[in-house]
């Protein structure tokens, strides 16, 4: 499960619909520990694919560094990460999969370690999102909570 405050998810939102038509990306940062993860913030982060950003995203790792440390700061952690689909539905492709932590890592399996969250932005205008964790080499939907 994902629980999120409704204001971290308008700030995804809002991120998503400035980056369309590319992808936009970033991190979440919540309370260390889960599953369940808990989403007090988001910081945005630069997609440097410039070839494939309507599709693809590489979030620029100066960004996340400094959502670390901002996070550290807060005595927060990064606890996932978000990213848009232009002109797509919110699932989790095979790509998100084999570029996701975990999956990276390869086996033998890490548990759960990150909530992935994906929003749809169709014709400029951000939809639905749907959070996913990676176990076992696969992605599986969790729900949403928004608090």
């Keep these: 499960m994902l629980n999120m405050l409704a204001s971290a998810h308008a700030l995804v939102g809002r991120h998503a619909m400035e980056?369309?038509?590319h992808e936009g990306c970033g991190l979440l940062?919540?309370?260390?520990?889960?599953?369940?993860?808990?989403?007090?913030?988001v910081r945005p982060a630069k997609n440097l694919d410039t070839e494939r950003a309507r599709d693809r995203y590489l979030m620029d790792p100066a960004d996340r560094?400094?959502?670390?440390?901002?996070a550290r700061a807060?005595?927060?952690a990064v606890v996932g990460f978000y990213h848009s689909h232009p002109d797509h539905d919110a699932y989790f492709s095979r790509t998100d999969l084999e570029r996701s932590e975990e999956y990276q890592w390869g086996e033998p399996w890490v548990p759960p370690t990150y909530a992935y969250l994906v929003v749809s932005v169709r014709d400029g205008i951000a939809g639905v999102s749907k959070a996913f964790l990676v176990e076992d080499g696969a992605s599986r939907e969790v729900p949403i909570v928004f608090v």
């Design 29 to 41: 940062l919540g309370p260390p520990g889960g599953p369940p993860w808990r989403v007090t913030q």
């Design 19 to 21: 980056a369309y038509p």
């Design 74 to 76: 807060a005595g927060l």
């Design 65 to 70: 560094l400094a959502a670390e440390e901002a």
